[in-house]
């Protein structure tokens, strides 16, 4: 795999998919607006517990500085019942206090602004909940930027979550001896990990930068890849990569049989980290190599 | 080792010694006009108050000194290797040195600075005096004179004959000629002009080629005008221009014990330069200016494996400016002395520094490594031939004040100095490679399909910029004991500029290559080139005595050195190193110098010293090597020399006589001391006939013993090299003289 482009995905969301700018236009208060073009979006029927195909819709996010409120649109938001809202926006989110590295902001109740839309055709959503963070981490003698947003938002008995298509992680990699479980995991925290979905697809892609399966690849500063993995969602609003057959993974834009992978299960929770556990056969043994990695990692906060 | 110890200090023991003085010590003293023009570092009250070894034009002409490396182990604990080309000027002080771009020791000809230590090696005919001043020198010479200071002065145009020529050969097809003609142009003005050339066949053969790996050709051409327009004001003028053109780099593999290699190495430089020192003397006070301008051209081309494999080569063509401006006063006033003036230099440069990957290199170095990851899908690059290409702009400038007042109170002489130092380098890169590789697929029969292409193009630019400031005392303090000599100690601060290691640039593009190629860890550039300057405390105490025919010198010395410059693995591993500023050394030790001369027809000199130089802190890749002794540089060194003069009974001719014995080591080459090159001796010898200065006809030896030894060791890719001293050689030399 090219390093260029995976630098430049790792930054993607941050860069690419979000752009943000200073809105002045109502010179008393300062308020910025970030503008996410690729947002994934499911919904899960409270009823029943079933969750609806990942699709892609765009989404912006705006932060009154003035006023300490935030606000979240979602273009295309398709509901249940078969309507379609071109652009609901959800304004007035109070923002919680918490000492978590995140920013809250919620709302117990809100009937969003719909382009072309009497309000009486607009439900009133529940339980609308707007979660960001910003993180970095240094890669290749640069800083990288993550930030992620999560929305879950209730109308109709079916909560709706968004999130941007692509995330990344980083925290303490464990890596165990599979011939000796119980014996004392090699730790790291060198390792990236970014996920990828491609909703059209359902595919999700797990680029690892300075990869870590064996504590012998410690300073190799490998970039290895698992591509085109079935992806799923959860009623929690979570997302699941899940393999447990063995497949290659990439490196250099080339399988490489020589390490194959197995009983890969990564969580991605957009409000609150990734979470990846797989067994590898390296050369050398067969080791377990496990990563739990919250969004807020490294940053001095509370409980 | 031991037996050479004994056999010195029974010398020691038998002659009385004192402190080698400037005087000539042959048995013809003819006084000559010296010109202190330009001089900062006083030859007779500052001598007595530091460690320096000087040597006239005599004792240089009768040990067959004609560069600075000719005073390696002469000045105790002074060691220039000679190895590699001209280009390797790694001169060793006191277990200081350094083999990177800033040197530990200053250079001055005639009063100009050299800025760049890559031109510090040429021979001079018609030296008068070169000077060897060990200890912190930072305060009058700025930067770059942490451990010492090397000060060589040709001879005036007012003084020797007219015409004055040498023709010499020896082993190895080794010619020298010089020719110099002096002329008074009137009471005022007199110029000489001196032209020198050497040519030698060498000594090493490439197993390979059959050829002679280290010849050499050079010639070089010296005018110097002095003009005396009024009592007070002088001028003198020196221009100088060499050229150099030399094989070098014989480096034999120790696992064959054979120099072999396929691809060309060679050194080439230009220089040309010119110093006008313009000096007013009043009745208590002498004013001096002293501008130079350099000029440095060269091209280093090197089969960086040094084997016959097709790895890589480089190419390191540079073109650089120097221009210094040094004004100063000195002055006296009763039992007041001082010495104050401002210093400013400028140095642009362009380089441009290719490597080329051969056909084994991408195939050792980056395809087998990468095909053992995944032999599924193995790579092969798109040539067998690739450039990493690199050049650059760098520019230093700087500007110093300075200041030295000393104090005699009867038997006491105090000084105190001060010197601030200020400099700003910038460094703008440019990196470019216009490579690529496909991925193959291995299929079941063992055919390969192309499974991927893979381009790959670099094109990068940055630039650096750091600017460092140093504030430089010295005290120093002289108790005379009358006729005899006098006692004295002196603590000061030393200085190695900050800068840029060019030549880490090559790593940063191969981290580059291997980044996109999905592994290894790229750094910035400015971490794994820059470097902070590095500072030392120097502290000495000694002796100079002399009688009526003896001389001696005795002094201890503490050097503490931080932010030592180096190149270090990072922690956690083994590929990537950096230059950084990581270690911590101290070196102590003494030295012992001495000659004794009981009659006009005898005289005997020896120095000796001894260096306990290690790592206080020094950690690369995890490993710590604290307690570690500094490599490269000798733990002692050892020379002695006797020389016996006897009139012949026709025409006014002598027959002289001499021998000497230089030794150094033990010699570590690694940080690790796992390698090292045991104490050596070398011999040399000569027999003089001479008449006056009317001519002279001297036939010499040099390590006649034909000792073998290691003069540079160094792993690359995974292979041990090691260059060995020069064998035994032996010639002859005229010199005539016509007024």
């Known amino acids: 795999m090219n390093s260029k482009i995976l630098l430049a995905g790792l930054a993607a969301t941050a860069t690419l998919l979000m752009s943000s700018c200073i809105n002045n236009d109502d010179p008393k208060d300062t308020i910025s607006t970030e503008n996410l073009s690729s947002a994934l979006i499911f919904s899960v029927d409270n009823s029943t517990g079933t969750t609806s195909a990942l699709s892609t ?10 006023q300490l409120t935030q606000g979240v649109t979602i273009n295309n938001l398709k509901l249940a019942d078969g309507v379609t809202l071109p652009k609901a926006k959800f304004s007035d989110l109070k923002p919680q206090s918490n000492n978590t590295g995140w920013m809250i902001s919620t709302a117990a109740t809100a009937t969003p602004e719909v382009e072309g839309f009497p309000e009486s055709m607009v439900p009133e959503f529940t ?56 014996g004392e995991a090699f730790e790291s ?25 064996a504590p012998a690849m410690a300073s190799l500063g490998l970039d290895i890849e698992f591509r085109d993995l079935p992806v799923s969602v959860d009623p929690a609003g979570r997302i699941h990569i899940d393999q447990a057959e063995t497949f290659d993974p990439y490196y250099d834009n080339a399988p490489n049989p020589a390490f194959p992978i197995s009983n890969l299960s990564c969580t991605w929770d957009p409000a609150s980290g990734i979470n990846i556990v797989f067994d590898c056969d390296a050369k050398g043994g067969s080791y377990n190599v496990s990563a739990n990695m919250p969004f807020n990692y490294g940053m001095n906060v509370g409980s | 080792m031991n037996r050479y110890i004994l056999i010195f200090i029974s010398v020691w023991l038998c002659v009385p010694v004192l402190a080698a003085s400037a005087a000539d010590t042959t048995r013809h003293r003819t006084l000559r006009a010296v010109e202190v023009m330009g001089v900062k570092q006083d030859a007779g009250v500052q001598a007595s108050m530091s460690t320096v070894t000087q040597a006239g034009a005599g004792e240089l002409r009768r040990l067959g000194v004609s560069s600075t490396k000719g005073l390696s182990e002469i000045a105790p604990n002074f060691f220039v290797p000679d190895y590699g080309s001209r280009m390797t000027s790694s001169i060793y002080v006191r277990g200081l040195g350094s083999r990177m771009d800033q040197p530990v020791v200053g250079l001055s000809v005639d009063g100009v600075p050299y800025l760049n230590k890559d031109s510090y090696d040429f021979d001079i005919d018609n030296i008068e005096r070169m000077e060897v001043w060990r200890g912190a020198q930072s305060v009058l010479n700025g930067r770059n004179a942490m451990a010492g200071q090397i000060n060589v002065y040709t001879r005036s145009p007012w003084s020797g004959p007219a015409v004055s020529a040498v023709a010499g050969y020896g082993r190895g097809n080794t010619a020298r000629l010089g020719l110099t003609a002096r002329k008074r142009l009137s009471e005022t003005a007199a110029t000489s002009l001196s032209a020198f050339m050497r040519r030698s066949d060498g000594f090493y053969t490439n197993e390979a080629t059959g050829a002679k790996i280290d010849f050499e050709k050079q010639g070089s051409l010296r005018w110097k005008t002095s003009w005396r327009p009024h009592g007070h004001v002088s001028l003198v003028n020196t221009a100088a221009f060499s050229m150099l053109r030399q094989g070098g ?48 051209d060269d091209n280093m081309t090197l089969d960086q494996d040094f084997t016959t494999a097709d790895l890589f080569t480089l190419t390191q063509r540079r073109r650089e400016w120097g221009f210094t401006q040094d004004l100063f006063t000195r002055g006296t006033r009763g039992s007041y002395s001082w010495l104050g003036g401002v210093f400013g230099f400028y140095r642009p440069s362009r380089m441009d520094a290719p490597v080329d990957f051969k056909d084994q290199g991408i195939a050792q170095l980056i395809e087998d490594h990468r095909n053992e990851a995944n032999p599924f899908y193995p790579i092969e690059w798109f040539t067998r031939r690739f450039t990493l290409g690199s050049d650059f702009r760098t520019a230093n400038g700087g500007f110093a004040l300075y200041h030295e007042s000393r104090w005699t109170h009867g038997r006491w002489t105090i000084e105190g100095a001060l010197r601030y130092d200020f400099e700003h380098a910038s460094l703008d890169w440019h990196s470019q490679c216009t490579t690529g590789y496909r991925t193959m697929h291995v299929l079941p029969d063992g055919s390969r399909e192309v499974y991927r292409e893979n381009p790959i193009e670099i094109n990068e630019r940055g630039h650096m910029a750091q600017s460092f400031g140093e504030l430089l005392p010295k005290l120093a303090v002289s108790y005379s004991l009358g006729s005899i000599g006098n006692i004295f100690a002196n603590a000061a601060k030393g200085y190695k500029a900050g800068g840029y290691n060019l030549q880490m640039f090559s790593d940063v593009l191969q981290q580059k290559l291997m980044r996109l190629m999905g592994f290894g860890m790229a750094y910035d550039p400015d971490e794994v080139v820059s470097y902070k300057p590095e500072t030392s405390w120097s502290y000495e105490l000694g002796t100079h005595l002399s009688g009526a025919r003896w001389t001696a010198s005795a002094t201890v010395f503490y050097i503490d050195t931080r932010d030592r410059q180096l190149t270090t693995f990072p922690a956690g591993t083994t590929t990537g190193r950096i230059m950084t ?37 020094y950690e690369s890749a995890g490993i710590s090597y604290r307690g570690k002794r500094l490599p490269y540089a000798p733990q002692h060194t050892l020379f002695v020399s006797a020389e016996w003069t006897v009139p012949f009974s026709i025409a006014g001719t002598e027959i002289s006589a001499g021998a000497d014995v230089r030794g150094a080591g033990p010699i570590y ?26 001519w002279s006809l001297r036939l010499w030896g040099e390590n006649i013993t034909d000792t073998r030894y290691a003069t540079f060791y160094f792993v690359s890719v995974g292979r041990a090299f090691l260059q060995q001293g020069r064998p035994w050689q032996a010639g002859v030399t005229l010199r005539l003289a016509f007024n």
């Open chain 1, 57 to 66: 819709t765009s989404a912006s996010f705006e932060t009154n500085y003035t």
């Open chain 1, 127 to 182: 339980n609308v909940r707007f979660s960001s963070i910003n993180h970095t981490a240094e890669l290749n003698g640069q800083t990288v930027l993550g930030a992620e947003r999560a929305v879950s938002l209730t109308t109709g008995g079916h909560t709706y979550y968004l999130c941007c298509s692509q995330a990344w992680a980083t925290g303490v990699t464990k890596v165990r001896s599979k011939e000796n479980p119980s």
């Open chain 1, 189 to 213: 925290t060198n390792s990236i990990y970014l996920i990828g979905v491609d909703a059209t697809k359902a595919k999700a892609t797990i680029q690892i930068y300075r990869a870590i399966f």
């Open chain 2, 249 to 296: 780099y014989p480096y034999q593999e120790t696992a064959t014990g054979t120099i072999a290699r396929n691809d060309t190495c060679f050194y080439r430089r230009t220089t040309w330069s010119d110093g006008l020192t313009l000096s007013w003397a009043g009745r208590r006070i002498v004013a001096t200016s002293l501008t130079s301008v350099q000029y440095l």
């Open chain 2, 581 to 617: 500023n990581a270690a911590r050394a101290r070196s102590m030790g003494v030295e012992l110098t001495g000659s004794w001369h009981p009659s006009e027809s005898f005289v005997a000199t020896a120095s000796y010293g001894y260096t306990d130089a290690t790592f206080l802190k």
């Open chain 2, 669 to 694: 080459w690694d940080d690790a001391n796992e390698v090292r090159q045991n104490f050596y001796a070398t011999m040399g010898a000569h027999i003089t006939v001479a008449r006056d200065e009317r």
